[in-house]
């Protein structure tokens, strides 16, 4: 590149004094540079020429766009990528508007995409959809290298995020146009990749339960005691019916109705002689399903975790009209209560399985089965398949009774198999 010998170093101010216009001292170039103060940051030009008269109608022209853009709202100053997500990041930790557990795995996301540098020394309003693409290839190609298996499900959440950031991004002023819907990115085998989530042992639902009670208790405001107590009704209502998540949060207190056995007569034996687990339980309506509309019966626990919800939201001067949980979702706080219970995840040989408000649906399977309920019933009642059910839970109901089996068969006389 051509040095220049750089004689004028006067500033010459234009537009009220608002546009400053000067050379370089370092010899570098003779074009006359534009700079400014505008929307709290200096911003700077090149005219292109060392011209003044042209340089004055040029920069000017700059200047006078600057500020109708200033005016409505338009971008002014591209950062690039990973500044920008530098400034997503303290809007993160600062804001009120997410929770805590969508603010870790925000925070979870990003760390792993501002390794791909090739978008973060983009533009902001240079990034396409075809940079996002991009992306995608680096992490599957970079699980392959370290020998790992990249779930569609991870890379779907890390475009969740990405969203997240460039439509903070345009209501922030850091790019003008939002990005399409970047889950369609995926290849149709991701999007459609099947995430295994694991229900719960009985002995881990009494241990989240009992978690669960502990945080109710340690709530220190009355809202929060309500929110964690009204999350453990739903966990028991949900591993009580068997019912998808979006089934039960768009349920109305007018679709269920609370069953006692008690009140049917029989002819031969008069009033029937029930304990608690066999007397009560719910019908409900499921009128808001993927599978069309059908009728469900609970069982006795799912009958309990009504009444106390009942209770719950009277003793709070809520109403008990319209939506019974009253909320779009669980999310936060089921995640919350696992991570505290240590039931998130679970390691099963080389897989890591999670956990969460869709594994309450896969423990009611899993208890069923495990009372000997024919799988073609739970299904009726779950709106499901029994082919369902035998593929994917029966596996884990019959294991024990093959073990039993296996383990009395005798070798000579009476002796068993031990467990080893």
């Known amino acids: 590149m051509a040095k220049y010998s750089v004689r004028d170093t006067t500033i010459h101010n234009i537009r009220n004094n608002k546009l400053h216009i000067h050379k370089r001292r370092d010899g570098k170039s003779d074009n006359w540079i534009g700079r ?7 911003i700077q030009e090149s005219s292109r020429t060392s011209k003044l008269s042209d340089a004055k109608r040029i920069l000017g022209k700059w200047y006078d766009e600057l500020v109708v853009k200033n005016k409505y709202g338009l971008v002014i100053h591209d950062n690039n990528v990973q500044d920008s997500i530098v400034e997503f990041m303290k809007y993160n930790e600062k804001t009120t508007s997410i929770g ?30 075809t940079d996002i693409e991009s992306f995608i290839s680096w992490r599957i190609n970079r699980a392959k290298k370290q020998g790992k298996v990249l779930r569609g499900k ?6 969740t995020a990405l969203a997240k950031f460039f439509n903070w991004s345009v209501k922030n002023g850091l790019r003008k146009d939002k990005l399409g819907n970047l889950k369609k990115l995926l290849s149709v ?26 945080r109710i208790k340690s709530g220190n405001t009355v809202a929060l005691r309500f929110s964690r107590e009204r999350l453990h009704q739903f966990i028991i209502f949900m591993v009580g019916t068997g019912l998808r998540v979006d089934e039960c949060l768009n349920l109305d207190w007018l679709d269920v109705s609370a069953k006692d056995r ?26 808001i399903s993927k599978t069309g509309e059908r009728e469900c019966k609970s069982v006795a626990s799912a009958y309990f975790a009504y009444m106390k919800l009942l209770k719950l939201y009277r003793d709070h001067g809520r109403k008990t009209t319209g939506k019974i949980f009253g909320v779009k979702s669980f999310r936060e706080g089921i ?86």
């Not at 978008?119 to 396409?128: D, E, G, T």
């Not at 991870?154 to 475009?159: F, K, M, P, S, V």
């Not at 085998?189 to 502990?214: D, I, N």
């Open 189 to 214: 085998k991701l999007r459609k990749q099947k995430t295994e989530r694991a229900g719960f042992s009985y002995e881990q639902y009494k241990h989240l339960l009992q978690v669960s009670r502990e």
């Open 100 to 129: 805590l557990v969508t603010k870790k795995g925000y925070r979870d996301h990003f760390n792993m995409i501002v390794q791909f540098k090739d978008l973060m020394k983009l533009k902001m309003n240079a990034v396409k959809e």
């Open 335 to 420: 995640n919350a209560l696992l991570l505290s219970a240590n039931l998130k995840t679970e390691k099963r040989g080389d897989r890591v399985v999670k956990r969460d408000s869709k594994s309450l649906r896969n423990t009611f399977i899993q208890f069923m089965l495990d009372k000997g309920v024919a799988s073609i019933r739970v299904a009726l009642n779950c709106g499901t398949s029994s082919k369902m059910i035998d593929q994917h839970y029966m596996a884990n109901s019959q294991i024990e009774d093959y073990l039993d089996s296996w383990l009395k068969t005798k070798i000579s006389g009476n002796q068993k198999l031990k467990v080893v």
């Open 36 to 42: 400014t103060y505008i929307s709290g940051k200096q």
């Open 154 to 159: 991870t890379i779907e959440g890390n475009l």
């Open 262 to 287: 008690t009140k049917k007569i029989d002819d031969k034996s008069g009033v029937l002689d029930l304990n608690d687990n066999e007397r009560y339980y719910l019908f409900i309506n499921v009128r």
